[in-house]
C-alpha cells in the first residue's frame, strides 16, 4: 500500500478527536455523510473502539446525534473489501492487471435472498480507490 494523504477539516478533526478520547482507540479516517458518521479504525483497536456491548458507539452516538458506522481497516485490499461489504459474505476477492497493466480489484459476493443495497457498493468502491490509490478498478459481481 502507498501512503495515502488525507486532507481533514476542523469538524471532522474534532469528531476523530472525540471519538478517540472516548474509545482510547485510534482512528484512521472520519467520513460524515448526512445523518450517518462513519469511522475508519486499524484491526488491532477494533474491538476497544466498539466498547463492551457496543457501549462505546452508543456514547459516540449520543454525543454527535448521529448514526455511527465502524469500519475495520486492513492493509490488504482484498480483506478491506471483505469488511467493507459485510455482513454480505465474499466468495473471492482477487487483484489482477489488464491489458493496460492497470489493478483491478475483482470481487465476487455470494448470491443471496435479500437485495444487495447500490450505496454500500458506491461506498466500497469510493474507500478502496481512496486507501488504494493504485487500484484503478473496482469490480463487484454475483
Known sequence: MTNVRIKLDTQTIQNLALFEKVTKASVKDCIEKDDEIIFIIDKKDFGKAIGRNGSNVKKMEQKLRKKVTLLKFDSNPEKFAE????????????????????????????????AFPSKKVKKTKTLLKKYFPEIQEVIIRV
Do not use: T, Y
Open 83 to 114: 469488511n467493507l461489504l459485510k455482513p454480505v459474505p465474499v466468495k473471492k476477492a482477487s487483484i489482477e492487471n489488464n491489458d493496460e497493466n492497470q489493478k483491478i480489484l475483482n470481487i465476487v459476493i455470494k448470491s443471496s435472498q435479500r
